[in-house]
């Protein structure tokens, strides 16, 4: 056999070992991306998740109308799933408002499950940072429950964030619960709808305010709206005095 075809039967052979392991198909990378651990999210050094459907709802939550004395009772309820156990909160959507947290926030995880019963344009979001400027719609930065557009995220009012997201079909039909997760962290939010990145915004302005549910003109149910947020030093030792108690 010639030497010259050996020599490049061995030349090609390696080029194709050197492919084969320099090539990552677009199914293993799509894995891959899916598998890598979110840069945003929390470390083991966060609270345990807080239930804020539970326990004395007004010592929790306000609500702006923009109706005057209009009652929280008659846009927000909190009822009991018998079939499920557990607490759903429930607006009525009219009139349009929010609801929001007594206490503020800037770095947190939210998780929070939403549906809207039969609108297909159902509308309604969560106004993150929300400042005390009461009015439709105050400074926030907003994560769009909207139906056909759930996940998007953009500011408003005064607020400024250095990009914006606009998604299309993250949210389940009409009528079927959808899951939510939203990360605060380093003045950025970052979105997920249905075990799907929905998208992340940075340089938030402001970076600190209360969270808050709209009431925008739909029927719109909430459960298990749990918040995470950093531990500080006090909490710790907090925890360290009950454990201790608790031993003893």
């Known amino acids: ?26 199914t293993l990378q799509a894995q891959t991306d899916l598998a890598a651990p979110d840069a945003a999210a929390p ?18 939550w306000k609500h702006f109308s923009c109706v005057d004395e209009t009652p929280l009772t008659s846009v927000w309820k909190r009822k009991v799933d018998e079939e499920a156990k557990l607490v759903e909160l429930v607006c009525t959507g009219d009139p349009r408002g929010y609801l929001y947290t007594n ?13 809207f019963v039969s609108d297909a344009n159902g509308n309604s979001g969560i106004l993150m940072f929300t400042q005390d400027d ?18 998007s995220i953009f500011p408003g009012g005064e607020a400024v964030t250095g990009s914006t997201v606009r998604k299309e079909d993250l949210a389940n ?27 992340e915004v940075n340089d938030c302005k402001p970076a600190r305010g209360r969270i808050a549910i709209q009431s925008e003109g739909s029927v719109v149910h909430f459960r298990r709206i749990l918040i995470r947020t950093p531990e500080t ?9 009950t454990r201790s108690d608790e031993n003893s």
């Open 103 to 115: 206490e503020e926030f800037d770095e947190f995880e939210l998780t929070f499950e939403w549906r």
């Open 233 to 241: 030093a006090d909490d710790r030792s907090s925890e360290d005095r």
């Open 173 to 199: 039909p009409v009528g079927e619960w959808n899951k939510c997760r939203i990360i605060s962290r380093d003045r950025g939010i970052v979105v997920h709808v249905n075990g799907k990145k929905a998208g």
């Open 134 to 151: 009461q009015r439709l719609w105050p400074t926030s930065i907003q994560v769009q429950l909207h139906q056909p557009e759930a996940g």
């Open 1 to 26: 056999m010639c030497k010259c075809f050996v020599a490049a039967t061995a030349v090609l052979y390696l080029l194709n070992v050197s492919a084969a392991f320099l090539f990552v198909s677009p």
């Open 43 to 60: 470390d083991e050094s966060w609270s345990e998740p807080r239930d804020l459907l539970k326990g004395e709802f007004k010592s929790c």
